[in-house]
């Protein structure tokens, strides 16, 4: 069994160099009572494994409680206290998450689920790939894009549902899937794979889906579709149905997954138009934007502290950037193009150049 090595303040201090210089010393004011203190900083294709690659090991309680990460082509799981607890290479593409793994490869007609032990789970044949694996259930689109299906950690086939024309976009809460078509339709799917909700794209000269979001509760539903004009479109569910409570054109007119999310407690709407990310105020009908380069990629929320996480890109690099609920920009930072994005309550996991680290967000 490895040993967990403890890592020298200074060999942290300098892995994490780039980013305290941005954090604390070239970023405007922060909150004064907001500090961030550098845990630790792991160099994840180095740093000792801690069951040394031992797929008996079990991992019981404690498997809630590891941060899934996937930096450029290594995947794995890390304790809170910086120990690594598994790693491998991902092979085409890996879906990971703290129930377990995914890592299949482009040609494979078998996909094995494995726990994040790396001990063989479930093994499965399917002819697609996994699009979701959220909780303990697995979504596979078929390879002709135009079938879903559900299985849980078994490889139990729960539902099946075709569609009569390709897959544009997925959206989930756990619970509840939207599914977007290249026909400008979109359907909302239950638990078993049944039709709760459909939605048809008008008023565009081109009808297609590009995005599809459920909030946490399922209670609001959110669209971008359409070319000439794009739009987006937020519906809430009153008196057991969904009705259209904003519709915004957009200046953008994307050919392409376009990001577009619900923060926890169904309290913002993220959405990508033309290089701006809009964080949109659910409850106080109020929005604002930021920079979003090329392309936003991911925003995340502190739900301890009023901050935004987001990474975007800009050719040939990506952008790592702080703003508060107010829509102040707190801070922003180059860093490298494969990166890790993780937000626990007051605590901040960032991954950039083959170093994964932590940082506790706290006050004076």
């Known amino acids: 069994m490895g040993k967990n090595v403890a890592r020298p303040r200074g060999r942290i201090a300098l892995i994490l160099l780039p980013v305290l210089v941005y954090l604390f010393l070239l970023s405007p004011v922060f909150n004064s009572e907001l500090v961030f203190t550098p845990a630790w900083a792991v160099k994840v294709d180095e740093a ?10 079990t991992l019981k309680k404690e498997v809630k409680d590891l941060i899934p990460f996937k930096l450029d082509r290594i995947f794995g799981y890390i304790s809170p206290d910086g120990t690594l607890q598994f790693r491998d290479t991902v092979l085409y593409n890996t879906l990971v998450n703290n129930y377990g793994f995914i890592n299949y490869s482009n040609v ?4 094995v689920l ?7 789970l479930s093994s499965f044949r399917t002819s697609g790939y996994p699009v979701i694996l959220e909780g303990n259930r697995v979504i596979v689109i078929d ?8 299985l849980d950690f078994s490889g139990t086939e729960k539902w099946k549902r075709d569609f009569p024309i390709i897959i544009t976009s997925i959206g989930g809460n756990g619970s509840l899937l939207f599914v977007g078509r290249a026909d400008g339709n979109a359907e909302l799917l239950d638990g078993n794979g049944a039709l709760v909700y459909q939605w048809k794209t008008e008023g565009t000269r081109i009808s297609i889906v590009y995005a599809c979001a459920v909030s946490e509760s399922g209670n609001y539903l959110a669209v971008i579709a359409g070319i000439d004009p794009q739009k987006l479109v937020l ?4 008196d057991a149905a969904y009705r259209p409570v904003m519709t915004q054109i957009l200046d953008s007119s994307f050919r392409r997954a376009v990001n ?6 169904d309290r913002y ?12 105020d659910l409850e106080k009908k109020q929005e604002f934007s930021q920079v979003a380069g090329v392309r936003s990629l991911q925003v995340l929320e502190d739900p301890q502290n009023p901050l935004f996480f987001h990474i975007y890109s800009i050719p040939e690099h990506r952008v790592f950037q702080i703003f508060s609920r107010t829509g102040y920009t707190l801070t922003q930072m180059i860093i490298d193009e494969t990166s890790f994005l993780d937000v626990l309550p007051g605590t901040l996991y960032l991954g950039e150049g083959g170093t994964l680290m932590r940082l506790n967000i706290g006050h004076n």
């Open 48 to 57: 000792p494994v801690q069951n040394g690659g031992d797929s008996s090991l």
């Open 108 to 111: 494979s007609e078998n996909l």
């Open 114 to 120: 494995r726990n994040p032990d790396g001990s063989i």
């Open 143 to 150: 390879t002709s894009r135009s079938s879903l299906k559900e």
């Open 235 to 238: 519906l809430e569910k009153k």
């Open 260 to 265: 577009l999310q619900f923060s926890g407690a």
């Open 269 to 280: 709407l993220f959405f990508e138009d033309s290089e701006k990310l809009w964080c949109y």
